[in-house]
T-cell receptor, first 115, second 111 residues
Framework: DVKVTQSSRYLVKRTGEKVFLECVQD?????MFWYRQDPGLGLRLIYF???????EKGDIPEGYSVSREKKERFSLILESASTNQTSMYLC??????????????FGPGTRLLVL | GQQLNQSPQSMFIQEGEDVSMNCTSS?????WLWYKQDPGEGPVLLIA?????ELTSNGRLTAQFGITRKDSFLNISASIPSDVGIYFC???????????FGAGTRLFVKA
C-alpha cells in the first residue's frame, strides 16, 4: 500500500514564525503535491513537484514556498506565518503517467493554527 | 479557472437510507474521481471514472461519468454509520497536473 506521512498532525505557531511542514512517501512516486483544505472551499493546490528540485505553482502559492531535495520528501514552508494560513494542510503523491498525473494518495493532514 | 459545484453541502440521513450526491462543472473533464475523507484523515480514493457514460461500482457505492463530461454523481446504498465523512468529487484532464476538487458533501448517518 502507498504510504504518505506528514511530520505533524497538529501544529500551533505564532504570527511571523517560519513554519516547515514535511511530507514523505514510500512508493517512489514522481509527483508530490501540497493542498490546503478549508471549510466550504474543498482542496486548493498550493504547489506541485514533478521531480527532484522541480516545482510548479498551484492556485494559491502566495505566502508559501516548497523544497524537493529528495524524491521521497516534499516540504512546504511558510516563511512568515500569518493567521489567514490557519488551515488543514494535505500532502499527496502520485505516479507520473503519459496522460499526466496518476491517482493521488493523500497523507493524514497537518492541522495548523497560527495565533 | 475551472470550478466544480458539488451538492448538497451536507446531508443528515438515517442508517439504511440511500444517498445521492452530484458534481457539475462549467467545462469538461476526461477523468472524474470520488474521494472520501474520514474525520481527522486525508481523502481516500473511492472510484475513478475515465469514460463518458461510464457507470462503476465499488461495493455499496456507484458512480457515473456524465455523458456531457461536465457532471458526475455518486450513490451510496443502504448507508451505515461508518459512511460518515466528507465526500469530494474531483475532475482532471489528460496531460495536466491539476486536479480540481469540489467543496465536499458532509454526510451524517444516524444509527
Amino acid at each position: 500500500d502507498v504510504k504518505v506521512t506528514q511530520s505533524s498532525r497538529y501544529l500551533v505557531k505564532r504570527t511571523g514564525e517560519k513554519v516547515f511542514l514535511e511530507c514523505v512517501q514510500d512508493m517512489d512516486h514522481e509527483n508530490m503535491f501540497w493542498y490546503r483544505q478549508d471549510p466550504g472551499l474543498g482542496l486548493r493546490l498550493i504547489y506541485f513537484s514533478y521531480d527532484v528540485k522541480m516545482k510548479e505553482k498551484g492556485d494559491i502559492p502566495e505566502g508559501y514556498s516548497v523544497s524537493r531535495e529528495k524524491k521521497e520528501r516534499f516540504s512546504l514552508i511558510l516563511e512568515s506565518a500569518s493567521t489567514n494560513q490557519t488551515s488543514m494542510y494535505l500532502c499527496a503523491s502520485s505516479l507520473r503517467w503519459t496522460g499526466g498525473v496518476g491517482t493521488q494518495y493523500f497523507g493524514p493532514g497537518t492541522r495548523l493554527l497560527v495565533l | 479557472g475551472q470550478q466544480l459545484n458539488q451538492s448538497p453541502q451536507s446531508m443528515f440521513i438515517q442508517e439504511g437510507e440511500d444517498v445521492s450526491m452530484n458534481c457539475t462543472s462549467s467545462s469538461i473533464f476526461n477523468t472524474w474521481l470520488w474521494y472520501k475523507q474520514d474525520p481527522g484523515e486525508g481523502p481516500v480514493l473511492l472510484i475513478a471514472l475515465y469514460k463518458a457514460g461510464e457507470l462503476t461500482s465499488n461495493g455499496r457505492l456507484t458512480a457515473q461519468f456524465g455523458i456531457t463530461r461536465k457532471d458526475s454523481f455518486l450513490n451510496i446504498s443502504a448507508s451505515i454509520p461508518s459512511d460518515v465523512g466528507i465526500y469530494f468529487c474531483a475532475g482532471r484532464n489528460t496531460g495536466g497536473f491539476k486536479t480540481i476538487f469540489g467543496a465536499g458533501t458532509r454526510l451524517f448517518v444516524k444509527a
